[in-house]
């Protein structure tokens, strides 16, 4: 399976272990990721229109290509069998940033690359201190952006017929569910800087999100750097019941 995402660097927090755990359990798993740092879809769509070069792209989590790419170079190179989008994460949680730029995306990605399926990434709320800019729209409230990161997506998917990533639903429930990560009575944070995930169980839970949505199948911990072996377990749980729900 080839993957693509169109995003930023928050699909970068998502792409950084995929590759590597994908093989780790015997999954042929591609990966490119086509970003620039904080880009909307509205950005996004008016680079599509431009045709402007701004694009950093990486292969399987690598390190990032020297030379700067257009979307439509990146979807001319080779047949993907999914591409996925999202929205800048100040903007996730609100619906009406989506539009039209989402549905004019896909169709333009649908022009190089009819057979590839489409899928919209739920992205996380920020972590509850998180300095962030754009958690003043959001009240400076976690749940409040979660919630309203939830309603934004399920209402792209439903308009679009993409395939939900449920990423942020994962990083909500290990943060309400597993001690190790209750933040707000002292314990680690998902988070690295207030709003990109750690390199540590952070990348790891977005990482086995995707890795389940895309084969189908559920999780079980791979064994990754240092991490916590029970840990890790708990959150190949959490990420079977979320991705498999019914």
Not at 54 to 68: D, F, M, R, V
Not at 194 to 209: E, L, N
Request: charged share 20%; hydrophobic share 40%; glycine share 6%.
């Amino acid at each position: 399976m080839k993957i693509l995402s169109i995003g930023n660097s928050f699909s970068a927090d998502a792409h950084a272990y995929l590759h590597t755990l994908a093989t780790q359990r015997g999954e042929d798993l591609e990966t490119v990721n086509l970003a620039i740092g904080g880009c909307s879809l509205q950005t996004h769509w008016e680079n599509v229109v431009q045709n402007n070069a701004n694009y950093l792209h990486s292969i399987n989590g690598g390190e990032w290509e020297k030379e700067l790419a257009t979307i439509e170079q990146i979807l001319k190179s080779e047949r993907f069998d999914a591409i996925t989008l999202q929205q800048v994460s100040h903007f996730s949680g609100q619906s009406e940033t989506y539009q039209p730029y989402l549905n004019d995306l896909i169709e333009y990605v649908r022009k190089f690359q009819p057979s590839a399926d489409l899928y919209i990434h739920r992205t996380w709320a920020y972590e509850i201190d998180s300095q962030h800019e754009g958690f003043l729209s959001y009240d400076r409230d976690q749940v409040k952006m979660y919630k309203a990161i939830v309603e934004a997506t399920e209402l792209a998917c439903l308009t679009t017929g993409a395939t939900l990533i449920p990423a942020g639903d994962v990083i909500q429930a290990l943060r309400s569910r597993v001690p190790k990560f209750d933040y707000a009575n002292g314990k680690e944070s998902l988070c690295c800087d207030g709003f990109h995930m750690s390199h540590t169980y952070g990348r790891y839970a977005v990482a086995m999100t995707w890795l389940a949505t895309f084969t189908g199948k559920k999780v079980a911990p791979v064994p990754f750097m240092e991490l916590d072996d029970e840990i890790i377990a708990k959150i190949c749980d959490i990420v079977n019941e979320i991705v498999f729900r019914k």
